[in-house]
């Protein structure tokens, strides 16, 4: 049973930083392209960053500069280092793990950014 957990996610003020976490199991971890995306309140699902098996990394245009995807494949877990954060980084966050057909989601973690 493939699942993939993340974690980190909660409240902090504007220009703070978190981390997500994102734990997977039941699938061979090394081979998938993990990614992160978000989806606030009356948005459409969005891509925030991307890592390949190959380490190659993508990012959204809103995050550049500001977080940083990486994996640790002995741990089988991604994550995503969050700095600077905007008030429109608000958002539920969702681990994403695909290779070929294989398509998988967490169940999302909220990240709220306010003052």
């Known amino acids: 049973q493939v699942q993939l957990v993340e974690s980190g996610g909660g409240l902090v003020q504007p220009g703070g930083s978190l981390r997500l976490s994102c734990a997977a199991s039941?699938?061979?971890?090394?081979?998938?392209?993990m990614g992160w995306y978000r989806q606030a309140p009356g948005k459409e699902r969005e891509l925030v960053a991307t890592?390949?098996?190959?380490?190659?990394?993508n990012y959204g245009d809103s995050v550049k500069g500001r977080f940083t995807i990486f994996r640790d494949n002995a741990e089988k877990a991604a994550y995503l280092q969050m700095n600077s954060l905007k008030p429109e980084d608000t958002a539920v966050y969702y681990c994403?793990?695909?290779?070929?057909?294989?398509?998988?989601w967490g169940q999302g973690t909220q990240v709220t950014v306010s003052s």
């Open positions: 994403n793990a695909k290779l070929e057909t294989n398509n998988y």
């Open positions: 039941g699938i061979s971890f090394s081979f998938y392209k």
């Open positions: 890592i390949s098996a190959s380490r190659t990394t």
